[in-house]
């Protein structure tokens, strides 16, 4: 890793990103090596790509229930290869639009709860002083806070949908992101390099942005993947509670289907196991790709498995 | 995944920010209850805030399809006191909670309290049985896994006790409604053929309770057991091991009198510290099986929708899981000699 002749004449900036570039690369290496991580990485693309691509290789009519062509839950067989619902729609076909729902939701969600986590951990961990212990006393409250219940009451007040959902996860998952970034933050601002920016005049947005994000950002990445999958099952359970949009597919919507009108009781099994297994995959795969990334990128875990 | 669960249970449990202030006993008592004291005036804030200050005029929820003329609208108004001061509003919700005074419920007309006293014991039951069934059989999965590291035994119970933690529970208990087959009741505590008589009331209830108890502790006991696991692992290399077998004590003595007392601490306070995630895990549950306790309380109330009651069960499980965790906390210096004089 000595840096070639050149180096002299390229700038500060290309060199940072020369050797960010080196970075990510070894990072892809070493993730790629572990075969569980891969495996769970290539099926998860295969997964995002067969949700995005639903509208062109199948009929969104089979969705519509006045346009169903079943009969009321018939099992499984040659036509309808994973049976029917109530309304006689394939539930092959639902659960793969499910799959659309619940994976927006969870990437969505996901997003806006590292982000509420990410900005107050760094800014507990940077500012200190009474800032730091306002926010730190703010982040235990909310981490003890039974989540499902507070999602519940705020979907009770805000109008029903797919956003509500996401805001509604959003918003209850983050404290455990706040608290990595926060250890992280301390560990990255106690190093010499950040005290000579200081000295050289850097100011907070300068430290930062320049030095504190950059070394956060990987161990955010790993936690992402990690938080999606919590996210999707938490969408799964509010949905199947009735909290989302009663118009879209979901699989947690499918399972309280199943269950109000009477497909469990009658032990219409076909209709319970696609959705929940669906659930389980997805958020198997992100659990994979999560511990993989996390194994490279967590330094404290790193020397465990070398 | 074993050794990250256990070091994000670590941290919560050793806070290492915890020595700031003195040393005395009586100090961290006190500075504990006062934080839980806060924890519970911020939760009644947010219950508070959450439904005054979001969209939705709860006036106009309540007489949605209903008939009414605008003396009986204003008189709703007054009685709900939404036209005073937001600060005003606040006082009176307040002090009307130490009255015991949680609002009265939109659809069924009844104080909210009386609805949640009479919807707690079916809940302390179905929890309280699901939670010692899971410590017991979590610890004693995670003890012997622990003791035969590595082995069959080991791998295949960690992969289960995984496999079931992230499994959402609702899907799990609808399963068992199908696989059961009717074997179980499958709704409700109590059914109307059952005859009088304390002895027979009492066998209905428990048959009621199997499915949700077993749901729950499916759910439940796998971080029981990752973390004995863990926790007696730790204690597996410790020098007063080797002293206890150079006794010539037998193999199991030394797991019983030494290894495991030893190791039982953060699963002690675990049973606490899990009352979060206990509360959620109840909502879910008894909507599926309509076990008659609060989550299904709060079930009815989201599809009212039936904002007071919402308002309180949010009030009274928030503050119970803070109260949760303060004995966590307190109980955890009294267990453990290094951290009460440190």
Redesign the interface.
Known sequence: MTAPATAAAETPRAIAWRRRRAGIARTWHEFAAQKAALAGFVLLVLTVLLALLLPVISDSDGLDVTKATGHPLSPPDGQFWLGTDIDGRSVLLLTMWGTRISLLVGFAATVLSVLIGTVIGIAAAHFGGWISTIL??FTD?FL???????A????????QGIWTIVLAIGVTAWP?TA?LVRAQTLTIESRPYIERSRALGGGHLHVVGKHVLPGVAPLVLANTTLVV?NSI?AD??LS????GDPTSITWGAM?ET??NNGA??R???WN??P??IA??LV??FF?LVG?GL?TVLNP??KG?HS | MTQALTSDQAAVLVDPDENRGGTGTTRFVLTKIAEALASILLVIVLGFLLFRLLPGDPVAFMVRERPTDPAQIAELRDRLGIDKPLLTQFWDYFTGLFRGDFGTSYIERRPVLDMIGERLWPTVLLVGSATVLAVALGLWLGIRAAWKRDSFFDRAQTGIALTLWSVPQFWLGLLLLVVTGGLFPSRGMHSPDAGPGFFAQGLDVLHHLVLPCVTLLAVFYAQYMLVMRSSLLGEMNADYLTTARAKGLRDDLVRRRHAVPNALLPTVTLVFMQFGMVVSGAVTVEAVFSWPGLGQLTYDALHGPDLPVLQGVFVVLASAVVLMNLLAELLYRVLDPRVRTA
Do not use: D, N
């Not at chain 1, 003890?144 to 507070?150: G, H, I, N, T």
């Not at chain 1, 519940?152 to 109008?159: C, D, H, K, R």
């Not at chain 1, 199947?240 to 909290?243: H, I």
């Open positions: 730190l006393r409250f003890v806070l039974p989540s499902l219940v507070l519940i009451a705020l979907s009770a007040v805000l109008p455990s608290r999958g099952i799964a359970t199947f509670l009735g909290v399972l199943a269950l469990v009781s032990g219409a099994w319970l196991l959705p929940g659930i389980v958020v198997l659990t511990r996390e404290r875990l465990q």
